[in-house]
């Protein structure tokens, strides 16, 4: 792999790559567990966007587009050929949506798109609640990361850790803000979208606005939790995945 993907999991064997795109100041090491969790039925493969652990000290991404370009030229280079899924949670539902729709633009549509943590982006961008993060200070932003509950307290306890990790969540946050929904043609693939049902972002129907996107069926499952739900049910999701990798999709929402 180059700069931007990541194998923690390798399973060569397993048919079908998922491409694993993270939240706003994610890494490789927040989905080292999700990795886990679905390798064998498929190969996970996670993005490291620069700036971040292995990439401390490259230029942040400008934007979505950017990191499209850069995850699927990354793969074109690459000898596998295996059919690719796409899976993304929050910022990275954003970023996972438009690959799907580029690889669809370039005729090898994915097999499945995974979303989580994200309401469509057809709707409404953000109430006078949710200010852009270029409005917010560091105080600011922080208590917003506190209302998602997916940062350490300790993190955030620490002036030292929030100066190495406040730069790059503050240039994804902006890559959310100046994200532009662009109306396209539907998907052709399924898509599959999770959310916690005490997500402060995202309610169930936002959620299940992603409907609109896809020709190529659709799911939602409404998961306990808040935004971060991910991290309680990482069996169920793995199973969500190979269900519908599976073309088997019967899981029941615990």
């Known amino acids: 792999m180059g700069d931007w993907i990541r194998c923690c999991h390798p399973a060569p064997d397993a048919g ?5 795109f993270p939240h706003a100041g994610g890494s490789v090491s927040a989905y080292h567990a999700l990795s886990a969790a679905v390798s064998g039925g498929v190969e996970p493969l996670i993005v490291q966007y620069p700036g971040r652990q292995d990439r401390f000290g490259e230029p942040f991404a400008a934007g979505a587009d950017e990191i499209v ?7 074109a280079s690459e000898v596998d050929t295996a059919p690719l899924a796409l899976f993304g949670h929050s910022m990275g539902a954003l970023v996972a949506f438009e690959a799907a729709r580029r690889l669809e633009s370039e005729g090898r549509p994915p097999v499945a798109l995974f979303l989580s943590g994200r309401a469509a982006p057809s709707l409404p961008r953000r109430t006078a609640a949710q200010r852009a993060v270029r409005d917010m200070d560091d105080t600011e932003l922080i ?3 506190k209302k998602l509950a997916g940062t350490a307290d300790e993190l955030l306890a620490s002036p030292e850790l929030l100066s190495i990790f406040l ?3 503050r240039a994804d946050y902006q890559i959310v803000d100046d994200y532009v929904y662009r109306e396209g043609p539907q998907l052709s693939c399924p898509v599959v979208v999770l959310t916690g049902d005490d997500d402060p ?11 609109s996107e896809t020709r190529g069926g ?12 991910l991290d ?3 069996p169920y999701v793995a199973g969500v995945v190979a269900s519908s990798l599976s073309g088997r999709e019967t899981m ?3």
């Not at 370009?69 to 793969?75: H, I, P, R, S, T």
């Not at 659709?218 to 739900?229: E, M, P, R, W, Y």
């Open 201 to 211: 972002r995202v309610t169930p129907d936002e959620a299940r606005a992603w409907e």
């Open 232 to 234: 309680a049910h990482l």
């Open 143 to 145: 208590e917003e990361m």
């Open 69 to 75: 370009d850069a995850v699927l030229g990354e793969l």
């Open 167 to 169: 730069p790059p969540m």
């Open 252 to 254: 029941t929402a615990p």
């Open 16 to 20: 079908v790559r998922l491409i694993v």
């Open 218 to 229: 659709f799911s939602c499952h409404v998961l306990a939790g808040g935004h971060f739900f």
